[in-house]
């Protein structure tokens, strides 16, 4: 166990106005702090140089699964087993509930959050391929206002997001437009479960329309979503190669470059054969 | 009546304990005034130590630090050749390696004391893998950068290249494997120049600790005490290296006048603690016409790291079991032990044979085919029998019928069955599917005139009530030395499972019973306490205190006679080797092991076309041992063995990166999880060994050797592809299916 | 920074302690509440050896600052069965053989138990899930597998 402890700040706001004024107060100084699955993971490795943390655990507001006719709202809160457990987003996003089913063991799912899954920014997360291909848009909270944004925007660059220093992403909504799609998923990781992946791909597509949407993470700086695979697709093409070109995977302790493309295009097959 | 508890499921003897969360493991102790101890580590494999910074901002003058200059005794750590400093002083030779020692009440403030302190070094020309190590143009240890060197020669294997009608050779690499042991190590000292040293603390050797511990305080046996507390995992890890922090926290408590604990965290006991050592071996096989072995030349080499701790041992068995459980008339066997800039590797289950059998047995199955006979008919036309020699001159003299065992494992595995189908149905399939099988055998105990140079020795008391304890150094560290040692006392007096305790170990309390390593905890051990207990039950109806078919009642009253008239009921035992046992250390020949266990594993795998990814789909393991003690520790023991066996097949690849593991954290570093395990089939023989406790062999490591070939030989049955490294990541894999039109 | 007050109910009953708000509530479990059957294995949450029950939920315990477990319900190990009778997971460990070096034990219970109390009659493949998150390098799993299926009335593993 590698920190300071008692270098490190963490308050817990009452209510959600709280944390937002405490925020805008002094912008970057207070950072949000979820069900602490990856914090507490650099934390304890002695990597986590920030060291102001506002709780936002206990606020409700940013809780709950709203289900609307033409969209899903999630509060940033939503746990991978509260996922797991709505029927409606088993039904309709299989990918994310995928996606849920394989991040860690139970005891992460119950923890880990879909805004903290977001916002950590890790080209490696496993929920973030699923919510590009979902179309996904996220609410960016602060004293000031709200501001819905797209999710495909919101990763600019390695662990760098679009999140200014005095907001908080507070809800996500997905629109339910995913009927008579084809779903497919498929997390490759060091082993079958608990496993940080390297290579993750998410892919729908609908046979009547020809519409394809893919997704990856892990082998970009940002989780990517590959619009220029799916024009190559859309023309008539296999894709292989616009993915090829689209992707930038990288050699790291866990897996290679050359692995890493060859099996996103194997899953790109697969998934325009499935 | 006949009183029996040989192969009765008794319930662990530590077990309620272990399940209420009672047990308590080093960390879980806290002793008055007890401070904290941590360890500043060389950032570089090999250099010159300049000076060493201490940062600002941290309260210097409250911690207690420790340097070489402070060591009383020697400045190394006991074991085979003294070359392992305790502490750093004027050079480095790997990174990690222990250079100064802190202590203070407060663990917080300690660790942030430890990153303050700078160790400025001058950096020297060093040497990462075996390669370099060979090729020796850095000289990083004596004068060849050899530990050690192994020379075994049987026949005349010159002569036999002209009769060949085939050679076959091959190379093959295993890469290095941490234990990863979830309890990581620790221990708690108190210690004073006025009362000697006294440690509590994980690991598996208390006497191995008492003796550093005396080379390093320069006191005598009785000044030195070594307690081992439940520990929470070995496996070989904890067989040398709690020596190491053992002397660390005395002399943090020496020192500082109080209780000092030191508890590595994961990351530590991953870069700072030992490993399996990586291993090369080349083989070239004369091979008849009809698939007889004529001569097997092997030159076997392992990275020892930067000292020679256990290298010559590891090396030693690896040695002995390079030419398996075949005859071949002329064997000759080249083996070194090499040095390199790496965290001195260790004891890992196994201990050099999985090494050697993963070459030999993927070598055989590429002799096999360069024969065009199945690796099955490869094998059964070479197998051991009663009569014919090992590679060292070993006579066999038990019954053992390899060809039977390997019968009954392709039957249970339904082995050609499943060749046919998966012939038939690979070639239409995105996921190809592959049956592979390994035979080997594994000696129990230590090495030709090891357990007569250990001298081990055994104690069982009685109190006056009939409660039995027994006195041994074996460390309980879930393999069950608790229970089988109890059990087999419990059978020979005849007293029930109940009644027997077993003394925690205790260098102030037990005798040594020799080290909890080499599968000898049963084999060896075990007979010593059969003896012991018999020896206090002659005790007894010597003097008449004790008829035939005596009631536990009846033994307690004459527990309480004896003591009543005597003083303390003991009963020792000490080590003879079974007769007609003949080692020669010079030529390194003759009968190498009391006894062997023999097996046959077979494994089926699906490899996917998509990811190159392999999952273990079921496993076999057969095998004879002797006599089966304890089915569910037994079963547990080979169970536990085959999964730790397929991680180091499939998962476990320490990236190494100038000397130090880049992947020291369990998020990297992949063992199989609960969904990673196949379905484990676990199948025991029994033909009795004499010298054994109730015939009982050594199994605790056998079931290391047998899965990482046999996976292999599955992926090759699946693919095609011939694999002669492992770990098999997905990414060997893949490069190895690219480069083939599979 | 200064320490904060919190309150836990720990195995049913109430306890305060003082703690650092980032502390791991693993530390503050082992040391200031004394209950020592919930163990560190990785500080990183992948081996599961601290395993807990959090408001009823498995949980890391090294991973959970102290200050967001203030009110909350933690079950450990000392909670599961009681000194006069074991648990029927605890029981079933101890005839199956689902302990070797117990280190993994308590984490390995707790998580059993959590399984068990959400999916009474789990199939293999819910049980080799629902124990993913708990290592165990002794036992090769096979017969914390039948220790589990033991206790839940099941007898032998269902294929």
């Known amino acids: ?274 | 009546m006949t009183y029996s508890l040989v192969g009765v499921p008794v319930p662990r003897k530590e077990g309620r304990d272990k399940v209420t969360g009672k047990a308590r493991y080093v960390d879980d102790l806290h002793f008055e005034g007890m401070i904290y101890g941590t360890t500043v580590r060389s950032p570089v494999a090999r250099g010159r130590i300049k000076a060493l910074h201490f940062g600002e901002g941290i309260p210097w003058q409250d911690f207690t630090i420790v340097r070489a200059s402070d060591i009383p005794g020697q400045n190394h750590i006991a074991l085979i050749l003294n070359d392992q400093p305790c502490l750093a002083e004027s050079i480095v030779n790997h990174p990690e390696e222990p250079v100064l020692l802190l202590a203070h009440p407060d663990r917080y403030l300690l660790e942030d004391a430890r990153r303050a302190v700078e160790v400025e070094t001058e950096p020297l020309p060093a040497v990462f893998n075996l390669d370099e190590s060979l090729r020796r143009n850095v000289i990083i240890w004596g004068e060849d950068n050899i530990f050690k060197q192994y020379r075994v020669e049987k026949g005349d294997v010159d002569s036999a290249w002209d009769r060949a009608h085939l050679i076959v050779e091959g190379e093959y690499h295993t890469g290095a494997q941490e234990q990863l042991y979830i309890e990581t190590n620790g221990m708690i000292a108190i210690a004073s120049p006025e009362r000697g040293v006294a440690v509590w603390g994980s690991m598996q050797c208390p006497y191995y600790v008492h003796k550093a511990l005396k080379a390093v305080f320069d006191l005598t046996d009785e000044q030195v005490r070594v307690i081992q507390t439940e520990t929470g995992g070995g496996f070989g890890g904890k067989e040398e290296y709690p020596s190491m922090i053992a002397a660390h926290a005395a002399l943090l408590a020496w020192k500082s006048g109080k209780p000092v604990k030191v508890v590595y965290d994961r990351a530590e006991d991953m870069t700072a603690t030992t490993k399996r050592h990586p291993s090369r071996t080349r083989h070239r096989t004369a091979v008849s016409k009809d698939g007889k072995l004529l001569a097997m030349e092997i030159d076997f080499v392992i990275d020892g790291g930067a000292y020679t701790t256990l290298s010559p041992v590891v090396l030693s068995r690896g040695t002995i079991h390079a030419a398996g459980p075949y005859h071949c008339p002329n064997v000759r066997i080249n083996s070194r032990a090499l040095a390199t800039n790496t965290p001195p590797h260790g004891a890992f289950r196994g201990f050099g044979a999985p090494q050697s059998i993963f070459a030999l047995e993927r070598h055989l199955d590429k002799v096999a085919a360069a024969v065009g006979l199945g690796v099955e008919e490869l094998r059964r036309r070479n197998f051991i029998s009663k009569g014919q020699s090992t590679a060292t001159g070993q006579v066999i003299a038990e019954e053992i019928d390899m060809p039977a065992l390997l019968d009954r494992a392709l039957r249970e595995s339904d082995y050609r069955a499943k060749c046919e189908r998966f012939a038939r149905e690979n070639p239409g399939s995105r996921v190809k599917r592959g049956v592979g099988l390994a035979s080997f055998f594994h000696g129990a105990g230590f090495t030709g005139s090891g357990e007569r140079y250990l001298a081990s020795v055994v104690g069982v008391e009685a109190t006056s009530e009939g409660r039995v304890r027994i006195l041994a150094s074996s460390t309980e560290m879930g393999q069950g030395t608790n229970t089988i040692l109890t059990q087999i006392a419990a059978q020979t007096l005849e007293v029930p499972y109940e009644q027997m305790d077993i003394v925690q170990p205790d260098t102030r309390h037990v005798p040594n019973s020799g080290p909890t390593v080499a599968s000898r905890t049963c084999m060896v051990v075990g007979k010593l306490v059969e003896s012991a207990a018999l020896g206090l039950k002659h005790t007894l109806t010597s003097l008449g205190l004790l008829k035939d078919g005596y009631s536990f009642a009846e033994f307690a009253r004459a527990c309480s006679s004896y003591t009543a008239q005597h003083g303390p009921l003991r009963s020792y035992s000490q080590y003879q080797p079974p007769p007609g046992i003949y080692w020669d250390d010079e030529k390194y020949q003759g009968d190498a092991y009391g006894a062997f266990a023999w097996a046959v594993y077979v494994a089926e795998v699906s490899v996917d076309s998509l990811t190159y990814e392999t999952r273990v789909e079921d496993f076999v393991a057969v095998q004879e041992v002797g006599r089966v003690i304890h089915p569910v520790l037994a079963t547990g023991q080979i169970e536990g063995g085959v999964a730790q066996a397929i991680g180091y097949a499939l998962y476990e690849k320490v990236a190494w990166e100038k000397g130090r593991i880049a992947n020291g954290q369990m998020t990297n570093y992949i063992i199989p999880t609960s969904m990673d395990i196949p379905p484990i089939r676990v199948i025991f023989e029994e033909r009795p060994y004499l010298y054994g406790p109730m015939g009982a062999k050594g199994i605790g490591e056998l079931p290391m050797d047998g899965p990482a070939p046999a996976i292999l030989s599955a992926i090759e049955n699946a693919t095609g592809l011939s694999l002669v490294s492992i770990p098999v990541t997905p990414e060997t894999l893949m490069t190895a299916w690219e480069g083939t039109d599979a | 920074m200064r320490k904060v007050p919190i309150t836990l109910t720990v195995n049913g009953q109430s306890r305060t302690a003082s703690v650092w708000p980032m502390e791991r509530l693993l530390d503050v479990i082992r040391q200031q509440l004394a209950l020592t059957g919930t163990k560190e294995g990785c500080g990183e949450g992948e081996c599961g050896a601290c395993s807990i029950l959090l408001d009823g939920q498995i949980a890391n315990s090294c991973l959970i600052p102290a200050l967001q477990a203030d009110g909350s319900e933690i079950t450990t190990i000392e909670g599961i069965g009681c000194s006069e009778e074991l648990a029927a997971v605890q029981r079933a460990f101890v005839e199956c053989g689902g302990a070797q070096c117990g280190i993994c034990t308590p984490g390995m219970i707790i998580a059993a138990v959590a399984l068990l109390r959400q999916n009474p009659e789990p199939s293999e493949a819910d049980l080799r899930q629902g124990l993913a998150g708990n290592l165990c390098r002794c036992t090769g799993y096979m017969r914390i597998f039948e220790a589990v299926m033991n206790a839940c009335g099941e007898g032998r593993l269902r294929h």
């Open chain 1, 1 to 274: 166990m590698r920190a300071y402890i008692p270098g490190y700040e963490l308050c817990a706001p009452k209510t959600l106005t709280e944390a937002l004024e405490r925020m805008a107060a002094e912008p970057g100084r207070w950072r949000p702090f979820a069900g602490g699955t990856d914090l507490m993971v650099l934390l304890e490795a002695g990597k986590l140089h920030h060291s102001c943390f506002l709780s936002i655990w206990r606020l409700r507001e940013l809780r709950g699964i709203m289900i609307a006719s033409d969209s899903v709202m999630l509060g940033c809160l939503t746990t991978f087993t509260d996922v797991l457990n709505d029927e409606v987003l088993r039904r309709e996003f299989p990918l994310l509930a995928a996606a849920a089913a394989q991040t860690g063991g139970v005891a992460t799912q119950n923890r880990g959050t879909l805004g903290g899954n977001i916002v950590n920014a890790s080209p490696a997360a496993d929920t973030p391929p699923a919510l590009l291909v979902y179309d996904a848009e996220v609410e960016l909270l602060s004293s000031r206002g709200s501001r819905w944004l797209s999710y495909h925007e919101f990763h600019t660059g390695y662990k760098t997001t679009r999140l200014g220093a005095d907001e908080l992403l507070a809800r996500i909504r997905l629109p339910r437009n995913t009927a008579g799609f084809l779903h497919y998923y498929r997390k490759v990781g060091t082993r079958n479960a608990q496993a940080i992946s390297k290579v993750c791909f998410a892919g729908v597509r609908s046979q009547p329309s020809g519409e394809v949407r893919i997704a990856l993470g892990s082998v970009a700086p940002v989780p990517l979503r590959c619009w220029r695979t799916e024009a190559a697709i859309r023309e008539g093409g296999d894709g292989l190669a616009a993915l090829a070109a689209e992707i930038t995977p990288i050699d790291d302790v866990r897996s290679t470059a050359a692995y890493r493309l060859r099996v996103s295009q194997n899953l790109l097959k697969a998934f325009l054969h499935s």
